[in-house]
């Protein structure tokens, strides 16, 4: 009898914070993560293992990222509905902590267009190094969306299924050109699938959340292609995989939602502050 013993990583929910989001650019609730390696049987891990850090995910932005746990005063295991009241309890001082950087959310918010060249870079910089991890993780591992999930299934059942019963059912004399076309159409749509659905997680994960964290600042296309051009010259993938071509409309899209999202507001008086 084989035992499957090692070690692995394993995640383990701690509860709610609040803090702060370069992607929002506001105080957010985050769902907090123990990450920790543990000694696993079966891949089912026997201990907590040894503390490695802590993970945090936005609940607005769903952004992933790494964080300082001793920060927070405690982690509620459910998040209560006023933000007011998770900072109160989680982390009261983050007001006075981030006092710097909210007055200069406050800037932003006024005109960002009169903020210096280096505050706008750092900025810009910083959208990018929040998302930078989840790019480079995404490119360097192999994964699997829902949509290749399923291209691959339709490949599991054409051969597993489709083609050993094929006869089995059908009178010899059928022509076997349905059968051909089933296995080409299943391998072609996996071929495709594979092939797209690193560009479909650029499009639906990255470029949102870069267009609506940037979208704020107007950012111009050269001091965009600076940014990517020093991410490039650190082998950062985001700096390759990221263009101003599929930016720019991911941008317009941002402004217009936030200009629909103001009327909504103005047109509803019960969401006016």
């Known amino acids: 009898m084989f035992f499957i013993l090692g070690t692995k990583t394993f995640y383990r929910k701690v509860g709610y914070v609040a803090d702060f989001c370069p992607i929002c650019r506001s105080p957010q609730p985050f769902q907090i993560r123990r990450i920790g390696l543990a000694s696993h ?3 089912l891990p026997v201990s907590q293992g040894k503390l ?26 459910r998040s209560p509905a006023s933000l007011d009241e998770l900072i109160a309890q989680t982390f009261p001082t983050l007001r006075t902590y ?10 932003v918010q006024q005109s960002a267009l009169f903020l210096s060249a280096d505050e706008r870079h750092n900025l810009i910089c910083e959208v990018f190094d929040c998302l930078a991890p989840i790019v480079q993780k995404r490119f360097t591992s192999v994964t699997c969306d829902w949509q290749t999930g399923v291209a691959l299934l339709f490949v599991i059942f054409v051969f597993a299924f489709l083609t050993p019963y094929w006869h089995l059912y059908l009178p ?10 089933a296995i080409a159409a299943s391998l072609i749509a996996l071929i495709w699938q594979l092939s797209v659905s690193k560009f479909r997680f650029m499009r639906q994960k990255i470029l949102s959340r870069l267009a609506t964290a940037l979208m704020p600042l107007q950012p111009t296309k050269q001091e965009i292609e600076r940014v990517l ?3 490039a010259a650190s082998n950062m993938k985001i700096g390759k995989k990221v263009n101003w071509k599929d930016l720019e409309p991911a941008l317009q899209e941002a402004r217009q939602n936030r200009l629909l999202a103001a009327k909504h ?7 006016r502050p």
């Open 41 to 43: 049987l079966y891949y």
């Open 229 to 231: 051009n020093e991410l």
């Open 98 to 107: 981030y006092s710097t950087r909210l007055a200069l959310e406050q800037r």
């Open 265 to 271: 507001i103005k047109d509803t008086p019960s969401l």
């Open 52 to 77: 490695i850090g802590y993970d945090r995910t936005c609940q607005q932005c769903k952004t992933l990222s790494t964080t300082d746990f001793s920060r927070y005063h405690q982690a509620l295991k």
């Open 172 to 181: 010899p004399d059928i022509s076997q050109v349905p059968l051909r076309v």
